[in-house]
T-cell receptor, first 112, second 113 residues
Framework: GDSVTQMEGPVTLSEEAFLTINCTYT??????LFWYVQYPGEGLQLLLK?????DKGSNKGFEATYRKETTSFHLEKGSVQVSDSAVYFC???????????FGSGTRLQVQP | DTAVSQTPKYLVTQMGNDKSIKCEQN?????MYWYKQDSKKFLKIMFS???????INETVPNRFSPKSPDKAHLNLHINSLELGDSAVYFC????????????FGSGTRLTVV
């Protein structure tokens, strides 16, 4: 079956540091890939997505590229802010036809 | 307007009680889901309905029963609550064929004491 593996957290960074959160996946077909963010006490929000190989999703300074050859979708941001502190989830699915399969989440803590 | 709304936001109840969580979406989506998020933040699919028809029923105790009176609503009823049911439950919706992803409700934090 499909699965998503994320790096364990927490990831602790100073403000303006570079962020990478690793995500790799195993899939039987050709899924769409997503990053969701969960701020403290809130629900999940879609951060960015990519629907096919070599697509780059981007939003709010975050980027991730769908790499079929390495089955990866790593999340990056050049300069994090305290307000980016949250839990980040990598996920896959098939254009809304099935439930999302989530990774275990990575908590990011950004210190001033 | 809230796209996916869940009620209640918080629910504290005693072991053995029966409780329901309601979910409504106004996006016109055909598919709705219930996810459970445990204390370690891991998210796992419980149920999925497409146009009122159950299409995903993961390994969940039969004390959990989803009900979809119409495609805009998916409620979750839990019988004989146990301590291990304490979690955050998220409702979500999606539209097959669309690439916009899934829209989540804000969650219901269930605490069983």
């Amino acid at each position: 079956g499909d699965s998503v593996t994320q790096m364990e957290g927490p990831v602790t960074l100073s403000e303006e540091a570079f962020l990478t959160i690793n995500c790799t996946y195993t899939a039987t077909g050709y899924p769409s890939l997503f990053w969701y963010v969960q701020y403290p006490g809130e629900g999940l929000q879609l951060l960015l997505k990519a629907t096919k190989a070599d697509d780059k999703g981007s939003n709010k300074g975050f980027e991730a590229t769908y790499r079929k050859e390495t089955t990866s979708f790593h999340l990056e941001k050049g300069s994090v802010q305290v307000s980016d502190s949250a839990v980040y989830f990598c996920a896959l699915s098939y254009t809304g036809r099935r439930a999302l399969t989530f990774g275990s989440g990575t908590r990011l803590q950004v210190q001033p | 307007d809230t796209a996916v709304s869940q009620t209640p936001k918080y629910l504290v109840t005693q072991m053995g009680n029966d409780k329901s969580i309601k979910c409504e979406q106004n996006l016109g989506h055909d598919t709705m889901y219930w996810y459970k998020q445990d204390s370690k933040k891991f998210l796992k699919i419980m149920f999925s309905y497409n146009n009122k028809e159950l299409i995903i029923n993961e390994t969940v105790p039969n004390r959990f029963s989803p009900k979809s009176p119409d495609k805009a609503h998916l409620n979750l009823h839990i019988n004989s609550l146990e301590l291990g049911d304490s979690a955050v439950y998220f409702c979500a919706s999606s539209q097959p064929g669309q690439i916009y992803g899934y829209t989540f409700g804000s969650g219901t934090r269930l605490t069983v004491v």
